[in-house]
Structures are given as structure tokens and as C-alpha cells.
């Protein structure tokens, strides 16, 4: 960040809360750009202990394991934004968050590549049957053959889901003499030689290999069940990297024992257990060439560095610009700063008239606005001012005392 742009409330007055261990890489990163008010605990906070430890912090940082609920909320009276250093954010009550005007920030894209490069090393190990030679070799059989063992080049990967992961695994496949074939409900430029597809089933009728990166929704809940097993090529390989509820495994694992098809690798599933050394059970267990692993194709080191990294730098950005870009709950906008003004950031209930009021005000004082901008949710309105510096105390007071203003906060 900028070094002129030093927020009208000191850095090292912020009160800064981690929970759940977040990396220590993030607490330099905020400690370097001056903000030295932190508190780091190890674990998750209950909804009681948040509600006790949130009342004068500014910002709170977590992983998934902490629910910000709206008691929570209500209780922040303080709270300018909340930083999930992970990449979902339903363990935040986003519509609580966005009435209060605090801006929600994670960093959803961190692990796409760990994901990618992990369904490329299933694709070669099963087409190989390796989890069988695998097994044998450890109990001491010795099972040297060609037969059933085939290479990646030439095959068609089919992909259904073109999003983030989905297109990287295309480019990743491509580089190994793949030909790729995805299916995506959105119309999705292919990269590379890649084809689009009609439909799902043109995907499952002609891929060697078929790989899913589609969102958990009610229309991809079981959405490779039976039938859609049945479409696939004899012999085909299934790999699941993208939530549990998508496949019907029962389905899957009587397709494997039918050898209808010839392997799978399953990384999520409908039921996981909470924590490391709980038991866990599938339908999969046993089953030949099938790789299963608990939850862990986003759970790489570059991937934890890349979510602090990247939910630090959207926090300062926000802390100390007003910028929004890749906020949850406050509208996105992203303003450069203006030379020789204060930015002042007004956030409000989203009915007709703000802005209106806000110019009025100003103008009726003789506040000159260098610069504004305005977007809108739902719920919710974000202006950022950049106002002439002389002035900027008293339009701070009159902005306040607008009607429907939720937050008002001076930057610079
Ligand atoms: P994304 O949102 O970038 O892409 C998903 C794509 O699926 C979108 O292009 C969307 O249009 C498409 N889609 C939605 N419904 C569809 C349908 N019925 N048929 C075909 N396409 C459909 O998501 P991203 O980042 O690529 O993630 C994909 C999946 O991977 C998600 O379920 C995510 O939760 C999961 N994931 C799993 C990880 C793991 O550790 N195993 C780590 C990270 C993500």
C-alpha cells in the first residue's frame, strides 16, 4: 500500500482480532504495514466468547470453523470488515453483514491450481491402475503387467464444469497430449483446442475420463447417478474433486464392482467427518483402483500462503482505500486515489434519496466533491467521496447525520 495513504484513524489503533491459527505469514504482513494492534488465538471462538471478545475490534480474521452469526453482528459495534483466510464464506451471516455495512473478503480462487494438478496425477494413476500395484506391492505381491495400463496422450478428457479448476485442468490435460471435451451450463470460452459439448451426456458418452468441477447447487445434487454412469464409456474413469453430493457413490461403487467402469479417485464426500482421526466410512472403501482422500485437493502449502496473501492485501485495500473489490456484502468498487483530497466512505440502507442528500448537504456547505462514486445491492449502498481537504471534518459530520447512513468513516 501507498505510503501517503495513512488511514485517519492510526493503523496501530486498529483492533485487529485473528482466530484459528491464521498463518503467520498474514500477521507479518499486517504487522509490516503498520498495523501491530493484533490478537491471535489458536482456535475457533463460540458464539458466546465472540459476542464478549468482538465488541471493540475493527477487524476479525478466520478460517471456516467460526460462525460470525448476526448476534455476533450485532454485537460488533465496531466491525469494518471480516477476512476469511479460506475459500468459502458461509460460516459469515452475509445478509446480517451487508445490513451492518461490514465488508466481507476470502479468497476463493487460492487453490485452483492444487486442485488441478491433483486431478491430472489421479487421471495417470488410475489409468495405470496403480492404487491396486500399489496395494499389492506393499503386501509384498509382485505384479508386473502392461495389460489394462494405458497413457494419458490421445484420451479424451471430459470436464463438466468450465469454471476456475475446470479450465485449468483443461490447459494441464492439453500439455499431456490430451484431447479435453467440457460441459458447462454457462457458455464458457474454450481455452486451447478444447470443445464444448451439447450437453452433459455428449461429455459422459465419449470421455476416457471424466472429471467434475461443478458447484454444489439442488441441480447438481446426484447429478452422476445411475443413469449418468451409464452413459459413460465402458471402461471409463470417474474422478470427483468437487463436492460430495454430486455423485451417487452407492451407484458408483456398483458400477466399479460390475466393471462397467474401471476406476475412480473420490475426494469429497456426502458425509465427512469433522476432524483428523475421526472414523470415516463410503461405499467406496475396498473397491479396486479407487482413490480416496479426505477432502484435501485445495490443501496445499502454496495454497495457504496464496488465501493470506490474498485476503490480506483485499483488507488493506479496504482498510485504506475503500476499495471493495471481491467484498461479500459491501458493492464492489475500486477508485484510485485523487491527489490533494480526503476519501470519506459512506455506507447506507439502500432506499431512493441518498445520494441526493448526501450531494445537498455538501453543496449547501460549499464542499466541493473532487470525486464520487456509488454502487448499490440489494440491501445496501457504498459512496466513496474524495473531497477537498479543508472541508473534510465538516462533511464527515453533516454525511452522518443523513438519513438511512449506516457507516461513515473518513480514509485519508
Ligand atoms: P467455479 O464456480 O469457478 O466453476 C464452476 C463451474 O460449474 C461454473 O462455470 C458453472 O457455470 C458450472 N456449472 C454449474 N452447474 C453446472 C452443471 N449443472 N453442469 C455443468 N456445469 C455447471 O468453481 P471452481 O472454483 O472451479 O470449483 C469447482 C468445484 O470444486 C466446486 O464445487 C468447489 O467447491 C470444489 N473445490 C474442491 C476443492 C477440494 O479440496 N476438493 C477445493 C476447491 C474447490
Not at 485504506?320 to 466512505?345: D, F, K, M, Q
Given at each position: 500500500?501507498?505510503?501517503?495513504?495513512?488511514?485517519?484513524?492510526?493503523?496501530?489503533?486498529?483492533?485487529?482480532?485473528?482466530?484459528?491459527?491464521?498463518?503467520?505469514?498474514?500477521?507479518?504482513?499486517?504487522?509490516?504495514?503498520?498495523?501491530?494492534?493484533?490478537?491471535k488465538?489458536?482456535?475457533?471462538?463460540?458464539?458466546?466468547?465472540l459476542?464478549?471478545?468482538?465488541?471493540?475490534?475493527?477487524?476479525?480474521?478466520?478460517?471456516?470453523?467460526?460462525?460470525?452469526?448476526?448476534?455476533?453482528?450485532?454485537?460488533?459495534?465496531?466491525?469494518?470488515?471480516?477476512?476469511?483466510?479460506?475459500?468459502?464464506?458461509?460460516?459469515?451471516?452475509?445478509?446480517?453483514?451487508?445490513?451492518?455495512?461490514?465488508?466481507?473478503?476470502?479468497?476463493?480462487?487460492?487453490?485452483?491450481?492444487?486442485?488441478?494438478?491433483?486431478?491430472?496425477?489421479?487421471?495417470?494413476?488410475?489409468?495405470?491402475?496403480?492404487?491396486?500395484?500399489?496395494?499389492?506391492?506393499?503386501?509384498?505381491?509382485?505384479?508386473?503387467?502392461?495389460?489394462?495400463?494405458?497413457?494419458?496422450?490421445?484420451?479424451?478428457?471430459?470436464l463438466?464444469?468450465?469454471?476456475?479448476?475446470?479450465?485449468?485442468?483443461?490447459?494441464?490435460?492439453?500439455?499431456?497430449?490430451?484431447?479435453?471435451?467440457?460441459?458447462?451450463?454457462?457458455?464458457?470460452?474454450?481455452?486451447?483446442?478444447?470443445?464444448?459439448?451439447?450437453?452433459?451426456?455428449?461429455?459422459l458418452?465419449?470421455?476416457?475420463?471424466?472429471?467434475?468441477?461443478?458447484?454444489?447447487?439442488?441441480?447438481?445434487?446426484?447429478?452422476?447417478?445411475?443413469?449418468?454412469?451409464?452413459?459413460?464409456?465402458?471402461?471409463?474413469?470417474?474422478?470427483?474433486?468437487?463436492?460430495?453430493?454430486?455423485?451417487?457413490?452407492?451407484?458408483?461403487?456398483?458400477?466399479?464392482?460390475e466393471?462397467?467402469?474401471?476406476?475412480?479417485?473420490?475426494?469429497?464426500?456426502?458425509?465427512?467427518?469433522?476432524?483428523?482421526?475421526?472414523?470415516?466410512?463410503?461405499?467406496?472403501?475396498?473397491?479396486?483402483?479407487?482413490?480416496?482422500?479426505?477432502?484435501?485437493?485445495?490443501?496445499?502449502e502454496?495454497?495457504?500462503?496464496?488465501?493470506?496473501?490474498?485476503?490480506?492485501?483485499?483488507?488493506?485495500?479496504?482498510?485504506?482505500?475503500?476499495?471493495?473489490?471481491?467484498?461479500?456484502?459491501?458493492?464492489?468498487?475500486?477508485?484510485?486515489?485523487?491527489?490533494?483530497?480526503?476519501?470519506?466512505?459512506h455506507?447506507?440502507h439502500?432506499?431512493?434519496?441518498v445520494?441526493?442528500?448526501?450531494?445537498?448537504?455538501?453543496?449547501k456547505?460549499?464542499?466541493?466533491?473532487?470525486?464520487?462514486?456509488l454502487?448499490?445491492?440489494?440491501?445496501?449502498?457504498?459512496?466513496?467521496?474524495?473531497?477537498?481537504?479543508?472541508?473534510?471534518?465538516?462533511?464527515?459530520?453533516?454525511?452522518?447525520?443523513?438519513?438511512?447512513?449506516?457507516?461513515?468513516?473518513?480514509?485519508?
Open positions: 500500500m501507498s505510503k501517503q495513504a495513512s488511514t485517519s484513524y492510526p493503523k496501530e489503533r486498529i483492533n485487529i482480532l485473528f482466530l484459528e491459527n491464521i498463518s503467520e505469514k498474514a500477521v507479518q504482513q499486517f504487522k509490516q504495514n503498520g498495523y501491530t494492534n493484533i490478537r488465538l489458536s482456535g475457533a471462538l463460540s458464539e458466546e466468547e459476542i464478549k471478545e468482538i465488541k471493540d475490534v475493527h477487524l476479525i480474521g478466520i478460517r471456516s470453523k467460526t460462525l460470525i452469526t448476526k448476534k455476533v453482528l450485532d454485537a460488533a459495534t465496531k466491525l469494518q470488515a471480516i477476512g476469511c483466510f479460506c475459500i468459502g464464506v458461509n460460516q459469515v451471516d452475509l445478509k446480517a453483514a451487508t445490513q451492518k455495512g461490514v465488508a466481507v473478503f476470502n479468497a476463493p480462487y487460492s487453490n485452483t491450481r492444487s486442485v488441478a494438478e491433483l486431478v491430472i496425477g489421479a487421471s495417470v494413476m488410475l489409468i495405470r491402475r496403480i492404487p491396486d500395484k500399489n496395494i499389492a506391492a506393499h503386501q509384498g505381491i509382485w505384479m508386473k503387467e502392461a495389460k489394462g495400463s494405458y497413457e494419458l496422450r490421445g484420451k479424451t478428457l471430459g463438466i464444469g468450465y469454471g476456475n479448476i475446470g479450465s485449468q485442468v483443461s490447459v494441464l490435460a492439453e500439455a499431456l497430449g490430451m484431447k479435453v471435451l467440457f460441459y458447462d451450463t454457462e457458455t464458457k470460452l474454450p481455452l486451447g483446442n478444447a470443445t464444448a459439448a451439447k450437453n452433459m451426456k455428449e461429455v458418452n465419449n470421455a476416457d475420463i471424466v472429471s467434475l468441477h461443478v458447484p454444489e447447487t439442488p441441480e447438481t445434487k446426484l447429478l452422476i447417478n445411475k443413469n449418468a454412469i451409464k452413459q459413460m464409456k465402458p471402461g471409463a474413469i470417474l474422478i470427483n474433486y468437487a463436492r460430495g453430493e454430486v455423485v451417487d457413490l452407492k451407484a458408483l461403487a456398483t458400477a466399479l464392482e466393471k462397467q467402469i474401471s476406476g475412480a479417485a473420490i475426494d469429497v464426500f456426502p458425509w465427512e467427518p469433522e476432524k483428523n482421526g475421526d472414523h470415516f466410512e463410503s461405499p467406496m472403501q475396498g473397491l479396486k483402483n479407487v482413490l480416496l482422500t479426505p477432502h484435501i485437493g485445495g490443501s496445499t502454496e495454497a495457504q500462503q496464496n488465501i493470506g496473501e490474498d485476503v490480506s492485501i483485499k483488507l488493506f485495500q479496504y482498510l485504506e482505500r475503500g476499495i471493495t473489490n471481491g467484498s461479500h456484502t459491501v458493492p464492489a468498487i475500486g477508485l484510485p486515489p485523487i491527489e490533494g483530497t480526503h476519501r470519506i466512505l455506507i447506507h439502500n432506499v431512493p434519496g445520494l441526493s442528500a448526501i450531494n445537498t448537504a455538501l453543496s456547505n460549499k464542499i466541493n466533491i473532487v470525486g464520487q462514486y454502487k448499490t445491492n440489494e440491501d445496501i449502498g457504498y459512496v466513496v467521496l474524495d473531497i477537498e481537504k479543508k472541508l473534510s471534518k465538516t462533511a464527515i459530520e453533516l454525511l452522518k447525520s443523513v438519513k438511512s447512513t449506516i457507516k461513515v468513516r473518513m480514509l485519508y
